[in-house]
T-cell receptor, first 112, second 117 residues
């Protein structure tokens, strides 16, 4: 069973609207959690990083939250733009381990 | 730095042929990872090198897969013989696990899209 589960699998939103992506994980203990954005035909690029003691982290219109007690994270996209169309991958880095645990990703499509 | 550089970007080959994927990590990064990405399985770790030494190759699917890192600036992933089920996007990523510890970011290349027909 994957240790990182993401939902929804995909979503379509209109330009200018907000959306929230979910990530549930069982990796424990963990060092930090990252959200990556992967454009079509490109490699994943890190958006945000949070350690287990942080609750929220913003990067422009992207805001990530973390609840280490419930082992849940979310990525909120505000005022979506067409360029936000991509796959968003939740990545959990275990404590003192080089292996990254990847979620399957959420594919976001922003339409004009 | 130009980031992690992979070549080729696309490869189409016939079943049974040998395929070699190449990666140049970010200068100064001491760790290199090869991943495979498919729709069904997402990103899977194939092999991890630290200071040019293979540390974990448990993700390599079969003996048909092999990887080398002859020096700090170059790595190859070879599939011989290739099969249609090897079709996927192969990513190389590098990290600096020395100075930053396990918190450091993984920087990914653009990937090689492999199609075996």
């Amino acid at each position: 069973k994957n240790q990182v589960e993401q939902s929804p699998q995909s979503l379509i939103i209109l330009e200018g609207k907000n959306c929230t992506l979910q990530c549930n994980y069982t990796v424990s203990p963990f060092s930090n959690l990252r959200w990556y954005k992967q454009d079509t035909g490109r490699g994943p690029v890190s958006l945000t990083i949070m350690t287990f003691s942080e609750n929220t982290k913003s990067n422009g219109r992207y805001t990530a939250t973390l609840d280490a007690d419930t082992k849940q994270s979310s990525l909120h996209i505000t005022a979506s733009q067409l360029s936000d169309s991509a796959s968003y991958i939740c990545v959990v880095i275990p404590y003192n381990d080089y292996k990254l645990s990847f979620g399957a990703g959420t594919t976001v499509t922003v339409r004009a | 730095d130009a980031g992690v550089i992979q070549s080729p970007r696309h490869e189409v080959t016939e079943m049974g042929q040998e395929v070699t994927l190449r990666c140049k990590p970010i200068s100064g990064h001491n760790s290199l990872f090869w991943y495979r990405q498919t729709m069904m399985r997402g990103l899977e770790l194939l092999i991890y090198f630290n200071n040019n030494v293979p540390i974990d190759d448990s993700g390599m699917p079969e003996d048909r897969f092999s990887a080398k890192m002859p020096n700090a600036s170059f790595s190859t992933l070879k599939i011989q013989p290739s099969e249609p089920r090897d079709s996927a996007v192969y990513f190389c990523a590098s990290r600096d696990l020395g100075t930053g510890g396990m918190n450091t970011e993984a920087f990914f290349g653009q990937g090689t899209r492999l199609t075996v027909v």
